[in-house]
């Protein structure tokens, strides 16, 4: 898995390139899941992705299985997916009986055309238990102004699944968490990661610490579970680390509960 801590510094243009150096763009795969059911869900994914939405991400099929066997979570709730990459846990929601399912990832026009692929290629099994969703896909970047089709404050759960390890996005999640998740007791934000990195466990932990930093959040530990196999079988670290998905929840305080959200509203529109 590379990253930015990894990587050299950019060289911008100034070597040339011979012809062909860059490898042709790869074609796009697909996979599968199967819920508690016995039911399949296919998803198509994208052959690249440099934001690593190429990718059926361990937390995404751990917080699926999580909902599964915790429905009543979605159930007649507004589901609001950040970094939702093929969508798996959003397209569960749908089947698990959510009112309202929106998918949402980094704006890139293959990625989320994929994306609401995913989803038009599951209506069928999705309508089979809950036939009145209303389940879509959109592109939206973190920390951004909410455009006219995400009202702020008026999701019960959202959900971000293998999230952390982009440390310079830590203040545009919790920005967006702050601005979307309703005042409602029973509202939760479904943090699930993986530390594919182990040595910077820390810094993707440190997103629970700004979180708590702000005072008008709580934060609690919902469990551990760990995978078959590592994701990145060239990457370095503690093998039983990185097969490790580690579940968290975000609330309101009692005291931030119902609280009216209007002037979130005009901040997100300045």
């Known amino acids: 898995?590379?990253?930015?801590?990894?990587?050299?510094?950019?060289?911008?243009?100034?070597?040339?390139?011979?012809?062909?150096?860059?490898?042709?763009?790869?074609?796009?795969?697909?996979?599968?899941?199967?819920?508690?059911?016995?039911?399949?869900?296919?998803?198509?994914?994208?052959?690249?992705?440099?934001?690593?939405?190429?990718?059926?991400?361990?937390?995404?099929?751990?917080?699926?299985?999580?909902?599964?066997?915790?429905?009543?979570?979605?159930?007649?709730?507004?589901?609001?997916?950040?970094?939702?990459?093929?969508?798996?846990?959003?397209?569960?929601?749908?089947?698990?009986?959510?009112?309202?399912?929106?998918?949402?990832?980094?704006?890139?026009?293959?990625?989320?055309?994929?994306?609401?692929?995913?989803?038009?290629?599951?209506l069928p099994l999705i309508?089979?238990?809950?036939?009145?969703?209303?389940?879509?896909?959109?592109?939206?970047?973190?920390?951004?102004?909410l455009p006219s089709s995400i009202a702020p404050s008026s999701f019960n759960i959202l959900i971000l699944a293998d999230l952390l390890f982009n440390h310079s996005c830590h203040d545009a999640l919790i920005c967006t968490l702050r601005f979307t998740l309703s005042r409602s007791p029973s509202s939760l934000a479904l943090v699930f990661f993986t530390p594919y990195r182990p040595w910077l466990y820390e810094k993707d932990m440190a997103f629970f610490d700004l979180v708590r930093e702000g005072g008008d959040m709580v934060v609690e530990k919902l469990g551990e579970w760990e995978m078959e196999k590592v994701m990145f079988e060239e990457d370095r670290g503690d093998q039983s680390v990185r097969r490790t998905v580690f579940g968290w929840g975000v609330r309101w305080t009692q005291d931030e509960q119902g609280i009216d959200t209007g002037v979130q509203r005009k901040e997100v529109e300045a």
């Open 127 to 145: 309508h089979k238990h809950n036939a009145e969703v209303n389940i879509s896909a959109q592109g939206y970047l973190w920390g951004a102004p």
């Open 1 to 122: 898995m590379a990253s930015s801590e990894d990587e050299e510094e950019n060289l911008g243009s100034m070597f040339q390139e011979p012809e062909g150096y860059f490898s042709p763009e790869k074609p796009s795969t697909s996979t599968s899941y199967t819920l508690l059911s016995g039911e399949i869900i296919q998803l198509s994914l994208v052959g690249h992705d440099p934001l690593w939405g190429h990718l059926l991400w361990n937390a995404g099929q751990v917080v699926s299985t999580y909902l599964q066997k915790n429905d009543s979570l979605v159930r007649g709730k507004d589901v609001l997916e950040l970094g939702a990459a093929a969508g798996l846990p959003s397209i569960v929601c749908g089947v698990l009986g959510a009112k309202k399912v929106l998918a949402t990832d980094y704006p890139s026009p293959p990625l989320i055309a994929n994306l609401a692929h995913n989803i038009s290629q599951n």
